[in-house]
């Protein structure tokens, strides 16, 4: 892969996108590289998180590659889009923890790959937008979809129509960061709440993920069937019975299902 780097330590997988000379912009290879990594991390039992990240220490992505769209015809630009849909449905949906430790300008596509991930922690000098209508097109990987599901309609057309960047703190505040660290400890602090997810039940863990995902899409009463069917299977593991067990007996859990 030419932009996209894969390391794995410790069943932590960091993805970091690395095209630092264009603001990690993501063109047609990077957004089909970052597709074949995100297949083959969906089906890597050795990896429970993944971080994502951008490189060159002053953008986590700083959007679609203008320089790739200036001169695509609506086909195309169709294309680009339904790859990028592709490839961040993919992140969203994997069986693994995801979270975009984000460095810097996160920018229309961005923007949009970060919302994809299931957390977002932001360095103090993070910048988020979707400046897309200033350039004569919308949003088109996600945003107009994501954003209004994680800040509300409201602020998610205010900063949809205005192109207003926001930064770390305003991110916080409206719920599009989860949290805000100083720059220099952004991978550190990524790398804490991952350990604390490892330290719960995996299994648990990820069918969690899968029923929040897929309840979002649902109304409630198939929302809470749901919820009860995948309540009712976990009775069926061995991470129940000894995460209960060691509870009663005052004692840690071995929490070894994925
Ligand atoms: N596409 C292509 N190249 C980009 C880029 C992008 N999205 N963002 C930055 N670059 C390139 C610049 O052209 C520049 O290249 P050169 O050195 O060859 O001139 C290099 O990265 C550095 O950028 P700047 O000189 O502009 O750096 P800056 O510090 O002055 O500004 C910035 C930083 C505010 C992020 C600015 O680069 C910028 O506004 N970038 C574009 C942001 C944007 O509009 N993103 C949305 C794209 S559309 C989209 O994403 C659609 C969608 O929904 C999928």
Redesign the pocket.
Known sequence: MNHVILEIADQIATVTINRP???N?LNSETLSELKECFTELEGRKDVRVVILTGSGGK?FV??????EMVNATPAEGRAMSLL?MEAFSKLENMPQVTIAAVNG?A???GC?IAMACDIRIAAENAVFGQ??CG?G?L???G?TQRLARLIGKGRAKELIFTCDRIDAQEAYRVGLANKVVPADRLMDACWEMAGKILSKGSYAVSVAKSVINAGQDMDLANGLRLEADAFGLAFSTHDKQEGMTAFLEKRPARLTDF
């Open positions: 000379k264009s603001l912009a953008a700083a959007g679609a590659d203008i320089s990028a300008y920018l229309g596509g949009e400046p897309e350039l097109i949003p088109g990987f945003g």
